[in-house]
C-alpha cells in the first residue's frame, strides 16, 4: 500500500453554533429539536437529502412500541410527538386504536402503542418541523474530521459541494448511526462483533395496494441463538457497516436480493410494480461510544439515579429501561454527546437501543444536556432531568 501527503490548507469557517448536530435520523432529528427548543443556536449536518436515516431512507418504515407490550405506555416526550406526526397524514398499517381513542388496559395489552408509516411523508415532516423550529440544516454534507482545543471539539471540518471548510461549536452531538465524529475525534469506541447480516426492504404495488416487503432481517444477538442457528449461520455473509469497499458491495448485494424477490412474481403490469428501494444500506449496528457506563440487557426494572427516560424491549412484552445519562457522554472529549445507535451499550443491549424510540429518548437527553453546556461529564444531572420532565419525559419506571 503506499501513500501520499495532502498538502495542508487555509479552510474558511462558514459558522458559529452552540450546538452541532451530526446526523440526521430520528436521534439527530430529536436532539436538534430539544436543544432549539432550548435556546441554543443549532445546525444540523446530514449526508443524504432527506432526514430520518434508516427510518426513512432505510425503509424501516415501523415506528416500533413506545409502551412495554403489557398496556403501558413508557417512551414520552418528543418519542411521543414524532410518532403522532409520522401519522399526520394518514398510515400505512399497525393503527394503534387503544392508544389513540381511549382504549380500555386489556385493549392496549392486545396491540402495542406503535405505527407503520410512509417514509417519503415523514422525512419530509421532519424537515418541516426542525425548519418551523429554528434550526439550521445542512444537506449533503459530511463530518471528516475535527479540531480539538484543551479536550473540546473547536471546530468540525466538514466537506459538500462548496468544498472543504470549518464549523465552529460549543457543543456536538453524534448522531451518526456510526460514531463516526467519536472515532475521528479517536475517542474510545467498539464495533459490533457479530456483523450484519443482509436486508433488502422494498416497497411494490400490487393491485391496488402499496404493500412492505420485510426481506431480510436484523440478526438476533449471538447469547440467544442455538447451537443449530449459529452453525446454520456460518455461511452467511457479514458487514461491519465501516468499510467503503464493503457497503457498496451490500448495496448492490442488497439491489440484486430484492429485484429477484420481486420477479418471483414476474415482471411489471399494471397490477404489479416494483415501487421504492432503500437508498442507503440497511445495516443497524456497527460503532458505538465506550462511555462510563455500558448499560446491559440484562437490567430490566434497574432504577438509575441518572435517568434521563423510559424505554422497552420491542421484541417482547414486559422489560423497561431505564437510560443512564453516563451512556451517553464522552469521557475523553469533555463538549462530545452521542445519541441513537452510538451509545454505550453491550451487544446484547444493541438490538434493543438502536430503534426509534431510544433514538428519540437519547437524541432529546442528548440534546437538551448540549444546549446547557459544553462539559458534559459536569452537568448537573438534577438540572437536565427537571428540563426533561418538564418537557413530559418520564424518567424512572416507579413514576409511571
Known amino acids: 500500500m503506499s501513500y501520499i501527503t495532502e498538502k495542508a490548507k487555509e479552510l474558511k469557517v462558514t459558522g458559529e453554533y452552540d450546538v452541532v448536530v451530526a446526523g440526521g435520523g430520528i436521534a439527530g432529528v430529536c436532539a436538534a429539536l430539544a436543544a432549539k427548543r432550548k435556546g441554543a443556536k443549532v445546525l444540523l449536518i446530514e449526508k443524504q437529502f432527506l432526514l430520518g436515516g434508516l427510518a426513512t431512507l432505510g425503509l424501516i418504515t415501523i415506528y416500533l412500541p413506545l409502551c412495554d407490550g403489557e398496556g403501558k405506555q413508557v417512551s414520552f416526550g418528543i418519542a411521543e410527538e414524532l410518532l403522532h406526526l409520522s401519522m399526520k397524514h394518514g398510515y400505512e398499517a399497525k393503527y394503534p386504536k387503544p392508544w389513540l381513542e381511549n382504549g380500555t388496559l386489556e385493549d392496549k395489552k392486545k396491540c402495542r402503542f406503535e405505527v407503520q408509516y410512509n417514509a417519503n411523508l415523514f422525512g419530509i415532516l421532519l424537515e418541516k418541523l426542525l425548519i418551523d ?233 442528548a440534546g437538551t444536556a448540549a444546549a446547557f453546556t459544553d462539559d458534559f461529564k459536569n452537568l448537573s444531572v438534577e438540572k437536565l432531568q427537571k428540563a426533561l420532565q418538564q418537557d413530559g419525559v418520564v424518567l424512572h419506571e416507579k413514576d409511571l
Not at 459490533?192 to 400490487?206: P, T
Not at 441463538?225 to 467503503?244: F, I, N
Not at 399494471?270 to 444500506?281: C, D, F, Q, R, S
Not at 445519562?325 to 463538549?335: D, E, P, Q
Request: proline fraction near 2%; hydrophobic fraction near 35%; include cysteine.
Open 133 to 365: 423550529e429554528g434550526v439550521e440544516i445542512l444537506y449533503g454534507t459530511s463530518v471528516c474530521n475535527t479540531i480539538l482545543e484543551d479536550e473540546k471539539i473547536k471546530y468540525l471540518v466538514v466537506e459538500n459541494k462548496s468544498g472543504r471548510s470549518a464549523v465552529g461549536c460549543k457543543s456536538v452531538v453524534d448522531a451518526t448511526g456510526d460514531a463516526d465524529v467519536c472515532f475521528i475525534s479517536n475517542d474510545k469506541t467498539e464495533t459490533f462483533k457479530q456483523g450484519n447480516i443482509l436486508a433488502g426492504w422494498y416497497y411494490y404495488h400490487e393491485k391496488n395496494e402499496y404493500k412492505l416487503k420485510m426481506l431480510g432481517w436484523a440478526d438476533i444477538p449471538d447469547k440467544f441463538k442455538t447451537k443449530e442457528q449459529k452453525e446454520l449461520e456460518k455461511s452467511l455473509k457479514r458487514y461491519s457497516g465501516l468499510d467503503a469497499k464493503e457497503l457498496t458491495e451490500q448495496v448492490i448485494t442488497a439491489h440484486a436480493f430484492s429485484l429477484d424477490d420481486f420477479l418471483k412474481k414476474g415482471g411489471i403490469s399494471k397490477e404489479y410494480n416494483l415501487g421504492t428501494l432503500a437508498t442507503i444500506p440497511q445495516i443497524r449496528m456497527t460503532r458505538r461510544i465506550v462511555s462510563d457506563y455500558e448499560i446491559d440487557d440484562t437490567e430490566m426494572h434497574k432504577e438509575f439515579s441518572d435517568s434521563v427516560g423510559l424505554f422497552s424491549d420491542w421484541r417482547k412484552a414486559g422489560p423497561v429501561y431505564e437510560l443512564p445519562f453516563s451512556c451517553l457522554y464522552s469521557t475523553k472529549i469533555k463538549n462530545l454527546i452521542t445519541a441513537g445507535r452510538c451509545i454505550s451499550v453491550t451487544d446484547a443491549m444493541w438490538d434493543i437501543t438502536r430503534v426509534i424510540p431510544v433514538c428519540a429518548v437519547s437524541g432529546q437527553a
